[in-house]
């Protein structure tokens, strides 16, 4: 194919240059031609900081010949392209302040993908991410939605319910967990396989070096050093060795918030309390970097967007286009249908799994059962998952209710409904179904 064309929804992102150079380096894969920014009004500075970093990377990069250009206009900017990359906050920066910081009055985590933050950032994200398919099936129907907008899981749950797009969910998540295995062995991470199997943020894996099963020495390690196999966001706390070792796989860092819950919610009340939650810390490196951005002499992305997070995206969103762009055959972490992978959770669900990477697709690694010790958390989850869509599509407060009960982090009906009407309250310039 030649004349690629990729268009990112999101496309004013502090992450956008970590995506360039993911295209960049993979430009003998990628034949591209035009990359389109879409956004929104409110982004417009920074959609357009944006568009002219993005076009010195290329030129820089000896591609001058790719196209660049932003619109607020989604259809406009949607049509005709092969692959579109979603990565937009609706509500920006400040809402996620809100998730994070507003749940702590009833002692519940308010992370951002996780617990009553992970909840609203669903609610308001929805709507929007299935307008984004609605107008994929109208200007570029064979296109693939590459979406690394969080909460990444329950967005794919909702994208394959509800819209006949082309899709897979994506998160740095599995990478960073490969990494974090291939020091701990002390190997090159091409040695290093992980059988991954669960949901977005919950997912476990099995680990191999050159085939054998190595996933007890990970466990060992992981019990006995706090900061093994974290993220940047995620307060670094060692896990109980014997109770690791029984269960037998490789949890990712966001099982912290279900395996240490009271400990991880002190330490988000105690952050929030003094240096602030995670979104306050990541507004001041925002500002930072687009202040670098604007720099007419950057031409690469600069190593201080390591600070912002979302490491090794480029290599996890590019990589996965090129795997179906060059017919690869390879092996991703992705969040796509069940359909029979993981016989615990609902057929028509999304899980996050292994996948044999195509032309045609995501041909998932068949799982089986999941453990007992695994499956009870998994499916409580999924039911949380499946009830904030439903909630989300429909604006219906009785199911957002059920959605809240059903998580893990909630403690009562009580306490679900004082979190909904208060937040929701909170969020209502980005909830129009639940204040028709």
């Known amino acids: 194919m030649s004349g690629l064309k990729i268009a990112v929804v999101g496309g004013g992102s502090s992450y956008t240059p970590e995506l360039i150079e993911g295209i960049i380096k993979r430009s003998h894969e990628l034949p591209i031609t035009e990359l389109t920014l879409i956004d929104v009004p409110a982004g417009a500075e920074k959609v357009a900081i944006i568009e002219a970093l993005t076009k010195r990377m290329f030129i820089n990069a000896g591609m001058p010949h790719v196209k660049v250009w932003s619109t607020f206009e989604r259809r406009r900017g949607l049509e005709g392209a092969h692959y579109v990359v979603s990565q937009f906050r609706v509500g920006q920066l400040p809402a996620r302040a809100l998730d994070e910081r507003l749940p702590l009055k009833w002692n519940v985590l308010g992370q951002e993908t996780t617990g009553a933050g992970g909840f609203f950032k669903a609610l308001r994200t929805i709507p929007v991410i299935l307008d984004v398919a609605r107008d994929m099936e109208a200007v570029c129907p064979d296109a693939w939605l590459v979406n690394f907008t969080n909460p990444s899981g329950i967005l794919a749950d909702a994208i394959v319910k509800h819209s006949k797009t082309k899709t897979m969910g ?37 680990v191999f070096l050159d085939g054998a099963d190595v996933t007890p020495r990970i466990l060992e390690a992981m019990s006995e050093m706090s900061g093994t196999a974290t993220n940047a966001n995620i307060a670094a706390m060692p896990y109980d060795r014997d109770f690791l070792m029984s269960v037998g796989w490789m949890p990712c860092p966001y099982h912290r918030y279900y395996y240490m819950a009271p400990e ?88 996050e799994v292994s996948a044999l990477i195509d032309k045609s697709g995501a041909r998932p690694l068949k799982q089986g059962p999941m453990p007992t010790s695994m499956r009870g958390l998994l499916q409580q989850v999924k039911a949380y998952e499946e009830l904030t869509v439903a909630a989300g599509v429909t604006g219906d407060p009785n199911l957002a209710i059920q959605a809240l009960v059903a998580n893990p982090f909630i403690p009562s009906v009580k306490v679900a409904r004082e979190i909904f009407t208060e937040m929701s309250e909170a969020h209502r310039a980005y909830l129009p179904q639940f204040f028709r």
């Open 264 to 351: 991880m919610i002190q330490k988000e009340i105690e952050a929030a309390a003094t240096k602030g939650t995670r979104a306050e810390v990541v507004q001041q490196y925002e500002r930072e970097l687009f202040e670098l951005y604007k720099d007419p002499e950057l031409k690469i992305k600069p190593p201080q967007l390591a600070k912002r997070g979302g490491a090794h995206y480029s290599d996890a969103a590019i990589s996965l286009i090129a795997a179906l762009h060059c017919d690869k055959r390879e092996i991703h972490t992705v969040n796509v249908l069940n359909d029979g992978t993981m016989p615990d959770l609902p057929a028509d669900a999304a899980i």
């Open 170 to 206: 994506l998160c740095n998540n599995a990478i960073n967990m490969e990494i974090a295995a291939a020091r701990i062995l002390g190997v090159e991470k091409e040695r290093v396989f992980l059988n991954f199997a669960g949901l977005n943020h919950l997912v476990w894996a099995k």
